[in-house]
């Protein structure tokens, strides 16, 4: 089957908000083994609604929209998909008593504009929305199933994942496997996928880049479920074997996710001092829900005189070898280890740039990574903006702690 996505909203348009309910919608009909062939984005003009809708019906075998589905005058979805597939709007009395309790539940004074939003096109189905007071449509038409959604993600996504995968899917199996890389970019991933010839008709098996970190997904779609199952654990296997040492987890959401359950699963704390990073490793660390179990504190020593003050770094190591250098790296992470008596502490410096100064390399970034009894220290050179330089460095950073706890507790369990 192939789908259409069409996002209505000015809003959209202007770029005034975010349009991620694209994203969110395409990557979840892939999972369902729903082909999304056309994206679609129009603002709140009816006649442009109304052929975008129309052209969608000639094409796909699906319509979803998000938007325009509120009590204003300018939304109009449900008014447009009457038009195009001749039907009148009438009112449901059921949706009109559902609309007047909500607002009697929330202590809220309703406005009549709000009962448009008990309209329908005749032959179409309410979707409930718990969220919120705009319901959604479903409508069979000419053989295509056409799905209408509210705009905000907090109503569209409960609304798709409780109700509207099970009125698209089919009779098919969908197995669904993710594979969570780091430390190899996506062209460089893709391109050894293609190298291990995966030729398993019922699967389809793609990449999708994050911020340090890219997924692999692993999708197979037929009827026989002890065979989608058997092969996609050979696929797996075979990735696997060729690119094991860069796979941090399976179906987890992020590496730092994973590190934090690892810290906290072997009761480790762990510290942070940052230089070049400026807090961006300690935010991501804390992010993660439980961090606070293992995460001890995180200093941001951005000057040589707080490297000094709060990590006992010497006056002639950063004489001699300069801040961004191996050694002050070392004596970063060695400090804050005697402060803070963490089990693991990471350590970041480096030059985030723009400099004018010819002798400086914009982008070399070291970071020490220490436990009680070893340490590791990694150079790296990042090119890009400074955003993107700290970014990288920070994603750097969180792999190679990854691997260096791996490594440690592998060896303490053997």
């Not at 009109?96 to 309703?110: G, L, N, Q, T, V």
């Not at 509210?150 to 669904?176: W, Y």
């Not at 793609?206 to 050979?234: C, F, H, N, W």
Request: charged share 25%.
């Amino acid at each position: 089957m192939k789908a259409e996505i069409i996002t209505i909203g000015t809003e959209i348009m202007l770029g005034s908000i975010l349009n991620t309910n694209v994203a969110y919608l395409s990557r979840r009909l892939m999972e369902l083994g729903i082909e999304t062939v056309y994206h679609t984005s129009v603002d709140d003009d009816y006649e442009r609604l109304e052929n975008v809708l129309a052209l969608a019906m000639e094409r796909v075998d699906i319509i979803l929209t998000t938007g325009g589905l509120g009590p204003t005058d300018d939304d109009l979805s449900k008014e447009a998909l009457a038009n195009v597939t001749g039907r009148t709007l009438v009112s449901d009395i059921n949706m009109e008593e559902h609309i007047r309790h909500f607002f009697a539940y929330s202590k809220r004074d309703m406005t009549l504009n709000n009962l448009k939003q008990a309209m329908k096109p005749e032959g179409s189905e309410f979707i409930d929305n718990p969220r919120g007071t705009a319901p959604g449509i479903f409508m069979e038409w000419n053989k295509r199933k056409i799905i209408m959604m509210p705009g905000p993600p907090r109503e569209m996504k409960p609304m798709f994942e409780e109700k509207v995968v099970n009125l698209i899917k089919d009779d098919h199996i969908i197995i669904v496997k993710s594979i969570n890389t780091s430390g190899l970019g996506e062209s460089t991933l893709e391109t050894q996928l293609k190298q291990l010839d995966l030729s398993y008709p019922d699967f389809t098996i793609t990449t999708y880049a994050g911020s340090g970190s890219v997924e692999i997904k692993v999708i197979g779609r037929g009827m026989d479920r002890l065979k989608l199952e058997m092969e996609s654990e050979q696929i797996v296997d075979s990735i696997k074997r060729e690119i094991g040492e860069h796979i941090y987890g399976y179906g987890v959401s992020s590496i730092e996710g994973t590190i934090i359950e690892m810290l906290i699963h072997n009761k480790m704390k762990i510290s942070v001092c940052e230089s070049v990073t400026g807090g961006n490793l300690s935010r991501k660390l804390t992010s993660v829900p439980g961090a606070s179990k293992t995460f001890d504190r995180g200093l941001v020593t951005y000057s040589n005189d707080s490297k000094i003050n709060e990590l006992e770094v010497s006056r002639e190591a950063l004489d001699a070898f300069g801040a961004v250098s191996e050694e002050v790296a070392y004596q970063m992470a060695l400090g804050l280890m005697k402060k803070s008596n963490a089990d693991i502490v990471v350590s970041t410096t480096g030059y985030a740039g723009p400099d004018n100064d010819p002798s400086i390399k914009t982008g070399l970034i070291y970071v020490c990574i220490k436990s009680k009894d070893s340490h590791d220290i990694f150079e790296r050179i990042f090119s890009g903006s400074r955003d993107t330089i700290q970014e990288r460095s920070s994603n750097f950073a969180l792999w190679n702690l990854y691997k260096f706890l791996n490594n440690k507790l592998t060896s303490i369990e053997q």
